[in-house]
T-cell receptor
Framework: QLQLQESGPGLVKPSETLSLTCSVS??????????WAWIRQSPGKGLEWIGN???????YYNPSLKSRVTISVDTSKHQFALKFTSVTAADTAVYYC??????WGSGRYYLSFDPWGQGTLVTVSS | QSVLTQPPSVSAAPGQKVTISCSGS????????VSWYQQLPGTAPKLLIY???QRPSGIPDRFSGSKSGTSATLGVTGLQTGDEAAYYC???????????FGGGTKVTVL
C-alpha cells in the first residue's frame, strides 16, 4: 500500500529556510489522478493546507503562504519537497505530506487527502 | 481562525451516537464536496469520509457524512473508546482558491 514519509531538520533558525522531503513508496508518484500536498498543524491547533504539486511539476500554493513557499518533485527518486523561506516562530508546526485527490465533478470541486505521512515536527528557534 | 467552524468538543457514552457539525459558507461547503478526518492522539489524520458521504475502503459504516446547504455533519454510531480522537472537516474554498479545514472537534467517550 502507498506510504509517505517526511524527512528533514527538526530545528530551523528564524529568518532561515525550512526544507523537507516526502518519500513515496508502495505506489507511483506519477499517478494521473492525484496531486501531492503539504499540510501543517501548529501545536494545539488545526490544519493548514500549504499547497500541492502534480508529477509534471505544476504547482498550486495557498495564496496566504505563496510568497514564501516552493514545492518541487523528483519523480526519479519518488520524492517531492517543500521549501519555506524567512521562517518565524509562527511557522513552528508538524508538517505532513499527503496524496491529494482534487478536481471538478458534478458541478463542484472535490478535495481529499489520503494517505498522510506520519508528520515531522519543525521548531523555529534560535 | 479556521475558515470552517466546528464545536471544540462533543461527548457521549459507549454505544451511543455523536454528531459533529461543520459550518461554512457558499464559497466552500455550499458549493464543494466535504471530507472528514480522524486524528488519534499522536498520529496523523486519517481520511474517514470524502465527497460529502463516501467512505474509503476499510472505514466502518458506523461513520457517516451528510451535508445541507453550507453545513456538513459527521455521524459516529456505536461509539467506542477507540473513537476518542479529534475530527476535522475539510473542503475547497472557491473564493480563497485554497483547501480549508475546520478547527477540529475532540470526541470524548464517557
Amino acid at each position: 500500500q502507498l506510504q509517505l514519509q517526511e524527512s528533514g531538520p527538526g530545528l530551523v533558525k528564524p529568518s532561515e529556510t525550512l526544507s523537507l522531503t516526502c518519500s513515496v513508496s508502495g505506489g507511483s508518484i506519477r499517478g494521473s489522478t492525484y496531486y501531492w500536498a503539504w499540510i501543517r498543524q501548529s501545536p494545539g491547533k488545526g490544519l493548514e493546507w500549504i499547497g500541492n504539486i502534480y508529477y509534471s511539476g505544476s504547482t498550486y500554493y495557498n495564496p496566504s503562504l505563496k510568497s514564501r513557499v516552493t514545492i518541487s518533485v523528483d519523480t526519479s527518486k519518488h520524492q517531492f519537497a517543500l521549501k519555506f523561506t524567512s521562517v518565524t516562530a509562527a511557522d513552528t508546526a508538524v508538517y505532513y505530506c499527503a496524496r491529494q485527490k482534487y478536481g471538478w465533478g458534478s458541478g463542484r470541486y472535490y478535495l481529499s487527502f489520503d494517505p498522510w505521512g506520519q508528520g515531522t515536527l519543525v521548531t523555529v528557534s534560535s | 481562525q479556521s475558515v470552517l467552524t466546528q464545536p471544540p468538543s462533543v461527548s457521549a457514552a459507549p454505544g451511543q451516537k455523536v454528531t459533529i457539525s461543520c459550518s461554512g459558507s457558499s464559497s466552500n461547503i455550499g458549493s464543494n464536496f466535504v471530507s472528514w478526518y480522524q486524528q488519534l492522539p499522536g498520529t496523523a489524520p486519517k481520511l474517514l469520509i470524502y465527497d460529502d458521504d463516501q467512505r474509503p475502503s476499510g472505514i466502518p459504516d458506523r461513520f457517516s457524512g451528510s451535508k445541507s446547504g453550507t453545513s456538513a455533519t459527521l455521524g459516529v454510531t456505536g461509539l467506542q473508546t477507540g473513537d476518542e480522537a479529534a475530527y476535522y472537516c475539510g473542503t475547497w474554498d472557491s473564493s480563497l482558491s485554497a483547501g480549508v479545514f475546520g478547527g477540529g472537534t475532540k470526541v470524548t467517550v464517557l
